[in-house]
Nanobody
C-alpha cells in the first residue's frame, strides 16, 4: 500500500506562486507515474499534470500549460507541482495520485491507483 501526503497549499493573490509537494511512502516510488488533479467546489475532478516514472516526459492540461511545472525527485520519493501566475480559477483542492500499472491514460483519474488526501489552494483576485 502506498500513502501519499500533499503539502504546500494555501492562500495566495492572483499572479502569485505556490509549490505543492507530495511525499510517498514505500520503496517503489520510482516505479510509479505520478499525477496531479484538482477539484473545485461543485465541479468534477480534473487533470492538471502528470510525469512518467523517469521524469523525462511530462503532460499538462491546456489550462495550466506554461504556468505549472511538474517534477519529481525519486531519491526523496516526492513529486512537486510548481504553480506560477496563479488565477482565481485555479482555486481548488489539489490531489496527487500514483499509477502503478504503467498505462498511458495520464489524464484520466481511473488510471491512478493511489490518491492523497488533498491540499487546498485558494487564489484571491
Amino acid at each position: 500500500q502506498v500513502q501519499l501526503v500533499e503539502s504546500g497549499g494555501g492562500l495566495v493573490q492572483a499572479g502569485g506562486s505556490l509549490r505543492l509537494s507530495c511525499a510517498s511512502s514505500g520503496r517503489t516510488f520510482s516505479s510509479y507515474a505520478m499525477g496531479w488533479f484538482r477539484q473545485a467546489p461543485g465541479k468534477e475532478r480534473e487533470f492538471v499534470a502528470a510525469i512518467i516514472r523517469s521524469g523525462v516526459s511530462t503532460y499538462y492540461a491546456d489550462s495550466v500549460k506554461g504556468r505549472f511545472t511538474i517534477s519529481r525527485d525519486n531519491a526523496k520519493n516526492t513529486v512537486y507541482l510548481q504553480m506560477n501566475s496563479l488565477k482565481p480559477e485555479d482555486t481548488a483542492v489539489y490531489y496527487c495520485a500514483a499509477d502503478r500499472t504503467g498505462g498511458t491514460s495520464w489524464g484520466k483519474s481511473w488510471e491512478y491507483d493511489y490518491w492523497g488526501q488533498g491540499t487546498q489552494v485558494t487564489v484571491s483576485s
